[in-house]
């Protein structure tokens, strides 16, 4: 198959069309605007709708009534604009409507900066609206897996009625790489008929909603939820390993930060220290039983986990490990990457070499 | 072999435009590529640069933070990068702007009189293709035909013209290098 160069964000977007979805509902931000700058010309041409809203508040309930038809449909942002589509996103989980929400994540907190960064761990995974809800999370170390974690997204999140985001951050959506535009894995997608698709008086109302008034009702619903996220927990969990049999070190890091550990694994590897990498890549559901298995080698002497943040995918490692295996630290906030080097020196120390 | 690039220069020199065409052609001929820009607050008149990575095996990472070979378009550039250029490393200098040498004595420097050299070929919008034909001959990691076919795949129609003009653009290039 013939590869293409794409830019991130512009394979995000032409991904999205690929899939089938023909309604996109956004506001600009760096380093995520080639996304709606791609759809605003191209969704047109396809008969799609494509409209930049007056905010991100607008846009994710835009999002919540075309998800609620039935349709594939998008919204994208950064860090500062996926915070103000919180609420939009606990209504959407709470009256089960698919949507793929892409973050391409910049420094935080508050406005931060445009550079790189991976700060939205907790908000993504935990979710940043109220109530006992998740969101599938898939993270893409490279535009390729942008590219094909997109499309997976919007089957996903039609099987299970679910928003899923998908959780790249800025250098993965500026950088371009050659993308192959194969076929995903085909999968079997359930009907709609909960869609408020008009009843043409032979049907009753379909009716979407969040509000359970009563707290029995509302109690009934949250364990259909459950038991949806336990499934989506046994099935869509994803992660990858890297040279991680017999290592000494084992590198836990997702999406850009990955690719920083790998460089650094090449270093380590010429001082003859052998490590290995663990990369989730669905954030949640997490691949908690899937690492403590790789950790649990006799080989493995420390768990370094890499992040752009100041350590917050750290906790799921801890969950994971249950203390078995010593675990450190190494990330920056705020925009910068580590170089390769500051990682290999930490994984150095956490094993006292 | 891996080349890992740095392109450098004022915004509106083409240096994102080298980045790019190096990496389509790395691509072309089945290598394995990234293209990293730099994005910020950058203003109209600002320096910018781009990360390129050509390489046979697969990439880990597109930052490049000690590049093989600096291509700096303006003074900015050169001051900033010279120091993280690889030992042995080449250094490309567009010396219609650049008005310093390279100091260092481990690396190999190359000097192309970019703007000069396209307004001769009577359009100064080509000075980036002087500078790609350079580093081509002097790296001799792409074919310059990987180069043409993609021109003539870009400039079709009432621009077709203009494939002639950078191909003799990047023949003018490379015969900067010694």
Known sequence: MEKELWKGNEAIAEAAIRAGCKYFFGYPITPQTEVPEYLSLHLPEIGGCFLQAESEVAAINMVYGAGGCGVRVMTSSSSPGISLKQEGITYLCGSEVPCVIINVMRGGPGLGTIQPAQGDYYQATRGGGNGDYRTPVLAPANVQEAADFVRMAFDIADIYRNPVMVLADGMIGQMMEAVEWHDIEKRELPAKPWATTGTQGKREHNVINSLYIQPEPCAEHNEKLEKKYKLIEEKETRYEEIDAEGCEVLFTAYGTTSRVCRAAMKLLADEGIKAGLFRPITVWPFPYAQLKKAAAQNSVKAVVVAELSLGQMIDDVKIALEGSKPISFIGKAGGLVPTPREVADAAKKAIGR | ?178
């Open chain 2, 1 to 178: 072999m891996t080349n890992d690039i740095i392109i450098s220069g004022f915004g509106g020199q083409g240096v994102m435009a080298i980045g790019k065409t190096l990496t389509e052609a790395g691509m072309k001929e089945g290598k394995e590529v990234s293209w990293l820009p730099s994005y910020g607050p950058e203003m109209r008149g600002g320096t910018a640069n781009c990360s390129v990575v050509l390489s046979d095996e697969l990439i880990v990472s597109p930052i490049v933070l000690e590049p093989s070979e600096l291509i700096a378009m303006n003074l900015p550039s050169l001051i900033k990068f010279e120091p993280t250029v690889k030992k042995g490393g080449t250094i490309f200098v567009n010396s219609s702007v650049v008005d310093q040498k390279v100091t260092r004595t481990d690396v190999r420097a190359v000097y192309v009189d970019c703007i000069k050299i396209a307004e001769e070929l009577g359009n100064s919008k080509v000075a980036n293709m002087v500078m790609l034909g350079a580093y081509i001959e002097a790296m001799k990691n792409l074919s310059t035909d990987t180069i043409k076919e993609m021109l003539v795949h870009m400039f079709t129609g009432p621009k077709a013209k203009l494939v002639d003009l950078n191909i003799e653009a990047l023949k003018r290039g490379a015969a900067c290098v010694k």
